[in-house]
């Protein structure tokens, strides 16, 4: 839950970018504006914090590797202020040992958060 003590407007949008698996797509819903990530911005900007969603990758099936392979390479062309992260059902049903899953997952947060 997001709690804002004010309305406030932002100069220039926040930009978002939102890294993850089915979940941050929301797979099985209909169109876009009906994933997570949409929402989030349109409830931001409602708010009067301006946000720009300027990427979501995500893809049925991904686990932490995929983040790493496929997503975080994309950090290069972005100018990124915000990103979300929701990675880790995929890693549990393909049995990836916890030790893998957590060195991806710190790698990956490590990157999102030096960029």
Same mark, same amino acid.
């Given at each position: 839950?997001?709690?804002?003590?004010?309305?406030?407007?932002?100069?220039?949008?926040?930009?978002?970018?939102?890294?993850?698996?089915?979940?941050?797509?929301?797979?099985?819903?209909? %169109?876009?504006?009906?994933?997570? #990530? +949409?929402? &989030?911005?349109?409830?931001?900007?409602?708010?009067?914090?301006?946000?720009?969603?300027?990427? +979501? #990758?995500?893809? +049925?099936?991904?686990?932490?590797? %995929?983040? *790493?392979?496929?997503?975080?390479?994309?950090?290069?062309?972005?100018?990124?202020?915000?990103?979300?992260? &929701?990675?880790?059902?995929?890693?549990?049903?393909?049995?990836?040992? *916890?030790?893998?899953?957590?060195?991806?997952? %710190?790698?990956?947060?490590?990157?999102?958060?030096?960029?």
């Amino acid at each position: 839950m997001l709690f804002v003590s004010k309305k406030q407007e932002s100069p220039k949008p926040i930009i978002y970018f939102a890294f993850g698996d089915s979940y941050t797509i929301c797979t099985g819903t209909s %169109n876009t504006n009906e994933h997570w #990530p +949409n929402i &989030l911005t349109k409830h931001l900007t409602a708010l009067g914090i301006a946000t720009e969603l300027i990427a +979501n #990758p995500s893809r +049925n099936g991904f686990t932490t590797q %995929n983040i *790493i392979d496929v997503e975080l390479p994309l950090l290069k062309t972005s100018n990124l202020d915000f990103a979300t992260l &929701l990675i880790g059902v995929n890693d549990w049903v393909r049995q990836v040992d *916890i030790e893998t899953y957590h060195k991806n997952l %710190n790698y990956s947060i490590d990157e999102i958060q030096k960029n």
